[in-house]
C-alpha cells in the first residue's frame, strides 16, 4: 500500500506557500531590485557606448558592446521575473532604478578607453551585487535565486576580463 501525500486545497491562490517566508522573499527581492537597478543601468550604458564609441578600436568595441547589451537586455527580463515569482512588484522606472542602482548614469561621451574602464566597473559592481544575494539566499534556502546569482556572476566576470584585456597589458607573475 502506497503512502499518498493529499494536496491542501484550503490554501487560496493568491497566498504564496514555496518554502520561503514572506520576509525571507521580501529581502531577497529587494537585493534582486538592486541587481536589476544596476543591471539595466549598465543596460543603458553599454548600449549607449554600443551607438558612440570611436577610434581605432571602433569595430572591435562596436561588436563586442553589441554582444554584451543584448545579454544584459536578457538579464534584467529574468531578474525582473524571478522578482515577481518570488511576490513582489520589479521596479520598472528611471525613479525607482535611481533609487537602488551604485552604476552612475552616463551622461557624457567618454573616449573609447573610459568607456571601457565604466563598463569593468558596471559588471563588478554587479558581481558584487550578486554575491550579497547569494549571501542572503544561503540563509533562507532560495536556490532559485543563487542558481541565477552564480550565472550572471559568471557572465558579469568573463565581461570584465574581456573587457579589461583590451587596456591591461599580459603580465606573467
Not at 19 to 46: A, F, P
Request: with cysteine.
Amino acid at each position: 500500500m502506497t503512502n499518498k501525500i493529499e494536496p491542501d486545497f484550503s490554501q487560496t491562490v493568491s497566498e504564496m506557500n514555496i518554502g520561503i517566508s514572506e520576509k525571507d522573499r521580501k529581502l531577497v527581492c529587494k537585493s534582486l531590485s538592486r541587481l536589476l537597478s544596476d543591471s539595466y543601468l549598465l543596460y543603458l550604458k553599454t548600449q549607449n557606448y554600443h551607438w558612440n564609441v570611436t577610434g581605432p578600436q571602433f569595430q572591435t568595441l562596436h561588436i563586442l558592446f553589441e554582444n554584451q547589451y543584448k545579454d544584459l537586455a536578457e538579464a534584467v527580463d529574468v531578474i525582473a521575473e524571478r522578482i515577481r515569482a518570488l511576490g513582489e512588484f520589479a521596479p520598472g522606472s528611471f525613479t525607482a532604478f535611481s533609487k537602488f542602482t551604485s552604476i552612475k548614469e552616463e551622461t557624457a561621451v567618454p573616449t573609447a578607453e573610459e568607456m571601457i574602464q565604466n563598463l569593468v566597473q558596471g559588471h563588478e559592481a554587479i558581481v558584487s551585487s550578486a554575491r550579497e544575494t547569494i549571501a542572503l539566499t544561503d540563509t533562507c534556502e532560495d536556490d532559485v535565486t543563487a542558481d541565477l546569482m552564480v550565472e550572471r556572476m559568471n557572465v558579469h566576470e568573463k565581461a570584465a576580463w574581456m573587457l579589461r584585456s583590451l587596456i591591461s597589458p599580459n603580465r606573467s607573475h
